[in-house]
Nanobody, 122 residues
Framework: QVQLVESGGGLVQAGGSLRVSCVGSGSASGIYVMSWFRQVPGKERVFVAGISGGGITVYSDSAKGRFTISRDNAKRTVYLQMNSLKPEDTAVYSC????????????????WGQGTQVTVSS
C-alpha cells in the first residue's frame, strides 16, 4: 500500500509561483509513476503533469512551459513547481501513483492523496 499526502497549496496572485509537494509512504515496493491532477467543484479531474521513476516527464498543454514536475526518490517526494500562474489554474491539486507508465486519465491510478487547494487571484 501507498499513502500520499500533498502540501504547499495556498493563495497567490496571477503571475506568481507556488510549489506543491506530495510525500509517499507505505509498504508497497518498487518505483511508481507519479502524476499531478487538478479538479474544480463540479468538474472532472484532469491531468496536469506526470513523471516516471527514471525522470521522464509528461505535461498537459496548459502546464507545458509554466509547470515543472520533479521527484526525489530518496525522500519519496514528488513536486510540482508552478510559475506564471493564472486564475484558471485555481483548483485542488492531487497527486496519484501507479505502475508501468504515465497515463493522463485518472482512472488507472491506484493511489491518491487528498489534495491541496491552489487559488490564483486576478
Amino acid at each position: 500500500q501507498v499513502q500520499l499526502v500533498e502540501s504547499g497549496g495556498g493563495l497567490v496572485q496571477a503571475g506568481g509561483s507556488l510549489r506543491v509537494s506530495c510525500v509517499g509512504s507505505g509498504s508497497a515496493s518498487g518505483i511508481y509513476v507519479m502524476s499531478w491532477f487538478r479538479q474544480v467543484p463540479g468538474k472532472e479531474r484532469v491531468f496536469v503533469a506526470g513523471i516516471s521513476g527514471g525522470g521522464i516527464t509528461v505535461y498537459s498543454d496548459s502546464a507545458k512551459g509554466r509547470f515543472t514536475i520533479s521527484r526525489d526518490n530518496a525522500k519519496r517526494t514528488v513536486y510540482l513547481q508552478m510559475n506564471s500562474l493564472k486564475p484558471e489554474d485555481t483548483a485542488v491539486y492531487s497527486c496519484a501513483a501507479r505502475r508501468l507508465g504515465i497515463i493522463t486519465r485518472p482512472d488507472p491510478y491506484e493511489f491518491w492523496g487528498q489534495g491541496t487547494q491552489v487559488t490564483v487571484s486576478s
